[in-house]
């Protein structure tokens, strides 16, 4: 089974007609993704890099005759939950918000609803989904070429909840020739569709994968739940983190780096979430250089074992 | 964006929510004159964003208008944690029978709001979940269905409360998780929550937090309290430095120079994007590099932009040298930046070869950008250098200047 994107997978464009989009289309359709159809509500008619634009989801649905898997968000922050609930009701089943600054309360609707449909939301406040080598879901490593610099097909599964951090990772797992299988940039809101935990059995599902590194900063219990999950199911998926932030444990209260990045407790620092992990069986790397090896040893015990 | 008491009491009551009573004031005498009003022994509580109020003595309890008037006079001169009071809160000290404790935050694994309700209020409630568990109850709701006031009643109830206390008590948690949803909260609560001698309900303190995410839609409420659109109110009030990075980055729509956060080391350092941003902040400091600042630099900056951020930084007194550092960029141009940063030194008389301790962006556009680099002498690092590497080595030519 391939996790979340394959080179199947269709998706569409929700405000398409925007600069990001427009951009974002092209680096998708160069790379080899299917993008078949964008939305902008009075635009019917157009096309955006040979990309057939029109007014709402459920019309795009209806003329192309089939509801397509997949849909990049890339509204403005006040019209994303109206465009998302689109989606969700004409039937797509992954959604990638792109869009940051939706508000907490709009953001919890989405993800209430599409837990309600049975679909699944990356984001909001994130790059989006690669496949390497075979497709991307987003601005994930920019335009093709600078993506296929970072991104080389391989076996290690990247998560992370910051979109830049999830290229300076796949691009030193690349270096290294252990290459990337699937790379996930999460989000960095404080509330996101999709978890690390969340996403663990996919990746534990996917053939392509032997190893998981995850990026984290401080500021909620994602980690907390990660941390739990792998000590509740046992799996048995090598992984590798790296926390950034550690400096904001002395400034509580003071947010940066994303909008979920606060310390507000104690449960959420950098040194709490580091001992969490470190009591999972899951490898806190102290710099990004050391993932490559850390991972080698850990997929290297996994065929010992 | 945290409210101060007094604006929390009025969104209460704005929302129907009775609060115990008492008034605003800004200086001793109208504390006076509230305190007479009132007619009676009062509370009179220094109102500034942050915690311990009562350990640094900013809450006075008076039984007499005079005596709230001298309290006043003490509170409003008194710094608290680095905080001076936007005024006093009168309020009139009833009679408790019993103090409960109504919340309503976020929950970001289940990923829905959450109610918090204890018979145990007036202390602190992180305290009461660790000690007395059995005295907390939670209960989230939905977002999409209208399930709010069964839910809020389920909670009250699931720490044995009955009778006509359960009856009074919903309908305030409900209306609380309310004002919770129409005014973006990430946290509202009343802390105490008293009960009186008649059994009544009434609001003592009260705490809510507003996302800044929601402010835009929330205009009408924070005219209506009177909270202006710079007011950040952040954890700790912005430095000159920290303001004046806030105006480069809203004068100049092209991309973000974000978080503009004042330190007090000698390298300043021009580093982004939101994760990079923290990684090299935490490089510098493990190879013990004094960082003069942090910021966020992204979405593909012009460079005026990066320029101005960077004149800022090296006229930082105390700032020797700049590390220009970011993850792997695919937005943002690394040749714009490289300019920005150069123009900067040349506009204030610097040689970039002797100021730029180093240059580490990778990515688009990087060749022209390492071009225009090699001209001036700067040494940059490609992406084969790590984030920790190049910070390393801008920590070692700062230590190397410093000892010359």
Redesign the interface.
């Known amino acids: 089974m391939k996790a979340l994107i394959d080179q199947d997978t269709t998706f569409i464009v929700q405000g398409i007609t925007g600069r990001e989009a427009v951009n974002l289309t092209r680096e998708c359709l160069d790379y080899g993704s299917k993008i078949v159809g964008g939305v902008t509500p009075g635009r019917r008619g157009r096309e955006v890099h040979g990309v057939p634009v029109f007014d709402s989801v459920a019309q795009l649905c209806q003329e192309l005759g089939s509801v397509p898997d997949g849909s990049v968000v890339t509204v403005p922050p006040a019209f994303t939950k109206d465009a998302v609930f689109e989606a969700i009701e004409a039937g797509i089943k992954l959604i990638v918000i792109v869009t940051e600054r939706i508000p907490r309360f709009d953001v919890a609707q989405m993800v209430e609803l599409a837990g309600l449909r049975g679909a699944r939301i990356i984001g909001p406040n994130c790059l989006g989904i690669i496949r390497p080598g075979v497709a991307k879901m987003g601005g994930i490593g920019g335009p093709a070429k600078d993506a296929q610099k970072a991104y080389q097909p391989g076996n290690v599964g990247v998560m992370s909840r910051s979109g830049g951090m999830t290229t300076e990772i796949s691009s030193t797992l690349t270096a290294a020739g252990l290459g990337v299988s699937i790379a996930c940039s999460i989000g960095g809101d404080a509330i996101i569709g999709s978890t690390y935990a969340e996403l663990m059995p996919m990746f534990e599902a996917d053939d392509q994968t032997e190893a998981i590194v995850i990026y984290t900063e401080p500021g909620g219990r994602m980690e907390a739940e990660l941390a739990r999950y792998v000590t509740e199911t046992g799996s048995k998926l090598p992984i590798v983190a790296f926390m950034a932030g550690r400096f904001m444990d002395e400034m509580p209260g003071m947010s940066f780096g994303h909008a979920g990045t606060i310390v507000e407790g104690k449960a959420d620092t950098a040194a709490e979430k580091i001992k969490r992990l470190n009591d999972a069986g899951i490898t806190v790397a102290e710099e990004i250089s050391e993932i490559p090896d850390l991972v080698k040893d850990r997929i290297g015990q996994k065929v010992e074992a | 964006m945290r409210f101060y008491e007094y604006e929390s009491r009025q969104i209460l009551e704005r929302e129907g929510i009775p609060v115990a009573p008492g008034g605003f004031a800004t200086d001793a005498e109208a504390a006076k004159a509230i305190a007479a009003d009132i007619g009676g022994p009062v509370v009179i509580k220094s109102q500034v964003l942050t915690g311990g109020r009562m350990k640094a003595g900013g809450v006075k309890f008076a039984d007499t208008p005079e005596e709230a008037e001298a309290h006043a006079r003490e509170i409003l001169a008194l710094e608290i944690n680095g905080h001076m009071p936007r005024g006093v809160l009168i309020g009139a000290k009833a009679e408790i029978k019993q103090e409960y404790y109504a919340g309503v935050i976020?929950d970001?694994?289940r990923?829905?709001?959450t109610f918090v309700f204890s018979d145990m209020g007036g202390i602190d409630i992180?305290e009461v979940a660790e000690q007395h568990p059995d005295h907390i109850g939670r209960g989230h709701f939905?977002?999409?269905l209208p399930s709010m006031d069964f839910r809020a009643k389920d909670t009250v109830a699931s720490v044995g409360i009955t009778g006509s206390e359960l009856n009074r008590l919903t309908p305030i948690l409900s209306k609380l998780a309310r004002l919770f949803?129409k005014y973006?909260m990430?946290l509202a609560e009343i802390n105490p929550l008293a009960q009186l001698a008649d059994g009544t309900f009434v609001a003592v303190d009260a705490h809510m937090d507003m996302?800044n995410?929601?402010r835009?839609?929330q205009k009408a409420l924070l005219k209506d309290l009177g909270v202006a659109d710079e007011e950040t109110r952040?954890?700790?009030e912005p430095t000159e430095f920290e303001i004046e990075g806030e105006r480069i980055d809203s004068v100049d729509h092209r991309g973000v120079a974000g978080?503009v956060?004042e330190f007090d080391g000698n390298l300043g350092l021009v580093i982004?994007?939101?994760?990079?941003?923290?990684?090299l902040?935490?490089?510098v400091?493990?190879y013990g590099g004094r960082p003069a600042n942090?910021c966020?630099i992204?979405g593909n900056p012009s460079v005026s932009k990066a320029k101005n951020l960077t004149k800022l930084v090296l006229s930082k007194p105390g700032v020797d040298k700049i590390a220009v550092m970011?993850?792997?960029?695919?937005?943002t141009r690394v040749d714009i930046v490289a300019r920005g940063v150069i123009k900067a030194c040349l506009e204030l008389g610097f040689d970039p070869a002797e100021k730029i301790a180093v240059f580490r962006i990778p990515?688009?556009w990087e060749e022209e950008g390492f071009k225009i680099l090699e001209k001036y002498g700067v040494e940059y690092f490609d992406?084969?250098v790590?984030?920790?590497?190049a910070a390393k080595r801008a920590v070692e030519k700062i230590g190397a200047g410093a000892a010359a």
């Open positions: 976020y970001g694994i990923k829905l709001p992180e939905s977002t999409v949803v973006d990430t996302e995410e929601g835009p839609r952040e954890a700790r978080n956060t982004g994007a939101g994760g990079g941003s923290l990684t902040f935490d490089a400091r493990s942090y966020e992204g970011m993850s792997i960029v695919s937005n990515g688009a992406r084969s790590s984030l920790h590497g």
